[in-house]
């Protein structure tokens, strides 16, 4: 049945996924420059200002994040095999916790140490975004775990 609860979960843990494409991660701002970074990129906010990395530099990221929102996605509709529905919350879980190791241990630190300005995140509200996908995640296999246990205990009653 695709109207348990679970789904919502999963199809909330998405729609936060896919909010990372409109919303930054951080900014830099400082008197030489201002820079936005969001899944996309680093974007230079500078007129006439140059890109200080090669936009390749993100596509780990962009694929990362489109990989755990097609997994949501493909979650949803395993639906009949709660088994594999929890092996695949449990992978996007790590994922998720993947992701935002990469977005604060690699992409931000990286960026901080090329163009010298520190983040800002007051504005920035994707940063949460992952986290809260993740929280979703790890409640949509709560459920998924709920569902199991409940129709295990039906079968030993037949």
Known sequence: MIQRIQTLYLSLAFIAIALLFAFPLAQFFSETGA???SVKGLQNMVPDGSNAFNPMIFLPLIIVVIGL??????TIFQF???????TLTN??????????????FLYIPMIEKKINIVPDYSKAYGIY??????VFMVMANRAIKRDEKLVRSADRLR
């Open 35 to 37: 820079y936005i970074f």
């Open 91 to 104: 992978i996007g879980v790590l994922t998720g916790i993947a992701l935002i190791m990469g977005i604060f």
């Open 80 to 86: 009949k095999k709660r088994s594999l529905q929890v």
């Open 129 to 134: 975004l992952p986290l809260v996908a993740l």
């Open 69 to 74: 929102g097609l997994l949501n996605i493909y």
